[in-house]
């Protein structure tokens, strides 16, 4: 019986050895992991808002909001929305070029033919300091909306 007994304790320490360290390898495991999906989000983080057509057709009605097309001149030229100023963000100078002609305290509605190449233009100037908002869909999206194009 004593035997039994001393063997159960030693079983029950062995066990609680493991757990613990078991324990401390999951916590390991987990703070590894949470700091991999902060850094992650923390640099997927989007500096930037996104509207639909609505909410740009509304942004870009305030007098005191830039409408930026980031286009190609050529694409500009097909059509844009009314009082769009076109900077390509394909260019290499983009960011500067903004700055030299954009004020950072006014919003900027930005938007290119679907949207991504817009989106990535924000994230460029959010980083930069200026307060941007991205129309979902691009002018496609618009013109499917029936929003006026001037050319």
């Known amino acids: 019986m004593k035997k039994t007994i001393t063997y159960l304790l030693n079983l029950g320490r062995t066990c609680l050895r493991s757990a613990e360290q ?8 987990l703070l590894a992991a949470l700091a991999v999906l902060g850094l992650n989000s923390a640099c997927g983080q989007q500096h930037f808002e996104d509207t639909d057509v609505n909410g740009f057709a509304e942004l870009v009605a305030d007098t005191n909001v830039v409408v930026l097309d980031v286009r190609t001149a050529s694409e500009f030229a097909e059509g844009h929305i009314e009082n769009a100023i076109n900077i ?9 070029t903004v ?5 950072t305290e006014k ?32 002018i496609i999206a618009w013109k499917e909306a029936d929003k006026p194009v001037v050319q």
């Open 99 to 103: 700055k030299a002609q954009l004020p």
């Open 107 to 138: 919003t900027i509605a930005i938007y290119c033919r679907s949207g991504r190449r817009s989106a990535n233009a924000a994230g460029k100037l959010a980083d930069a300091g200026y307060k941007c908002v991205n129309l979902k869909g691009g």
């Open 22 to 29: 078991m324990q401390a390898s999951f916590r390991s495991c």
């Open 88 to 96: 390509d963000q394909g260019k290499e100078d983009f960011v500067e």
